[in-house]
């Protein structure tokens, strides 16, 4: 099942971004898994949301595969999973499907957030979420929900992510900036043929995506040269406009202070060789600003991408869901 989604499209109208800008129509991509009970009035109420990372789309949540399925911990005899590609995602709404292009409104985590909470009312007729599970820049928003609507869900869960976006990886997403706006051929996001520098920005992602004792030990100079080379192709389908308003989003992105706001039982997930959220700059101060949360730490190789593990832990995580 969850090998072979098919995603679903839906036209949200007259959706208002914090700014004050208003855009008529934009679409959002989706995929959902099992089946959806209801009230008497309709609601669906046992649903649980899945938000991608930073270059994922509603298909990442095949990173949870291993732990989807009945009897496992999201059991979808008891769970509606939804599983939606993010605000400035290509087959959602973004600068690159958009005519404005680079006037496409500069949006923020709570626009992204306020963009899926619009869709789920209006798609769903959903009242109230069993939980948010992101991973990565999804927990970004995952964290955000709680903050802007706390009695929306039971549950949160962010893994391998954080509260703010400051130092290490401030300057990731300022400097793969920095490349695009660098490159003539972007014209200061005003071109015709999208610019190859989006190549390089993702070669300099992947160089975070593992473990530095993954790097030393598990593959060889030529495994790295091949997966660069891989990588920067793959970066090639990647629209330099989209990468650019979405590093602006995770930079400006910063709950120091509100995390106070969340009332969901949250369980925080965290890896300890995660380069780009170490548990002790990120995970561990999260846990202790939440009131009511639990912090569960991993060993994986594979780092910040070690998600793909996370069955490791799944006796803990359906520990954690039966409460819901």
């Known amino acids: ?23 008529s129509s934009l679409r959002v991509e989706y995929c959902t898994l099992g089946t959806p009970i209801k009230d008497e009035e309709g609601h ?22 291993d732990i989807i399925g009945p009897g496992k911990a999201l059991d979808t005899n008891k769970y509606y999973l939804i599983s939606p590609s993010a605000l400035g995602s290509p087959k959602s709404a973004a600068p690159s499907n958009s005519s404005r292009g680079f006037e496409f409104p500069r949006y923020s985590v709570n626009d992204m957030v306020n963009f899926l909470y619009s ?7 959903i009242k109230h979420l069993k939980g948010v599970i992101g991973n990565s ?8 929900w709680g903050v802007l609507y706390p009695d929306f869900m039971d549950f949160i869960i962010p893994l391998v992510s ?27 996001g005003n071109y015709v043929k999208n610019p190859r520098i989006t190549s390089a920005a993702s070669q300099f992602m992947y160089l975070f995506g593992l473990s530095r004792d993954y790097y030393e030990s598990q593959v ?18 990647s629209d330099a406009n989209d990468i650019y308003w979405r590093n602006k989003a ?19 997930i965290a890896i300890n060789q995660d380069q780009y959220f170490p548990p002790e700059y990120d995970a561990i101060p999260l846990s202790r600003e939440i009131k009511d ?12 991408v070690g998600s793909h593990e996370i069955v490791k832990i799944e006796k803990e995580i359906g520990d954690f869901l039966t409460q819901f």
């Open 1 to 23: 099942m969850i090998e072979n989604l098919e995603a679903k499209y839906y036209e949200l109208n007259n959706f208002r971004f914090e700014s004050g800008e208003i855009l």
């Open 44 to 65: 669906i109420t046992n649903a649980i949301v899945y938000l991608h990372g930073w270059s994922g789309d509603y298909s990442s949540i095949k990173r949870l595969k």
């Open 119 to 125: 869709f789920l009312k209006e798609n769903f007729s």
């Open 137 to 144: 820049m999804g927990g970004f928003q995952a964290l955000t």
């Open 162 to 188: 954080s509260y703010q976006s400051k130092g290490w990886n401030f300057a990731i997403f300022h400097y793969m900036n920095s490349l695009i706006e660098q490159d003539p051929d972007y014209n200061q």
């Open 220 to 237: 060889s100079n030529q495994d790295i040269i091949n997966s660069m080379a891989e990588m920067g192709q793959e970066g090639l389908l």
């Open 250 to 268: 995770a930079m400006a992105y910063n709950l120091k202070g509100e995390l106070d706001k969340i009332k969901a039982k949250t369980m925080v």
């Open 293 to 304: 949360s639990q912090l569960v730490i991993y060993d994986s190789p594979l780092g910040h």
